[in-house]
């Protein structure tokens, strides 16, 4: 069974920094590009950031020189890193991936799975 579970977020400052991380079981990791999304209060869910195993990684505008995302292949984990975070920012973090049949889509790209998320919040 394919499973992916997040953790690392938290209440953090304007300006403040997070790291994401999520780790991956029941599939070859290594073989997968993997996703980061976030959902933001009233809002529906979004596309961050994105790592493949032979690709540049790609970010939303929203983010980009901000978040940087990577993976660590040996510890089945990936990880989004998180600067200079506004009010904005403030949301639920999912990661996902594509393994097999999709089971949900953001805009016009699908997923088959995603972790239950981490909560970032940001407040002064």
């Known amino acids: 069974e394919v499973q992916l579970a997040e953790s690392g977020g938290g209440l953090v400052q304007p300006g403040g920094s997070l790291t994401l991380s999520c780790t991956a079981t029941?599939?070859?990791?290594?073989?997968?590009?993997m996703y980061w999304l976030r959902q933001r209060p009233g809002k529906g869910l979004e596309w961050v950031s994105t790592i493949s195993p032979n690709r540049p990684p790609a970010y939303a505008d929203s983010v980009k020189g901000r978040f940087s995302i990577s993976r660590d292949n040996v510890k089945a984990t990936v990880y989004l890193q998180l600067n200079s975070l506004n009010f904005e920012d403030r949301a639920m973090y999912y990661c996902a991936t594509v393994v097999g049949p999709t089971t949900f889509c953001v805009g016009a790209d699908c997923y088959t799975v995603r972790g239950r998320g981490t909560q970032v919040t940001v407040s002064s």
């Open positions: 029941g599939f070859k990791f290594s073989a997968y590009a």
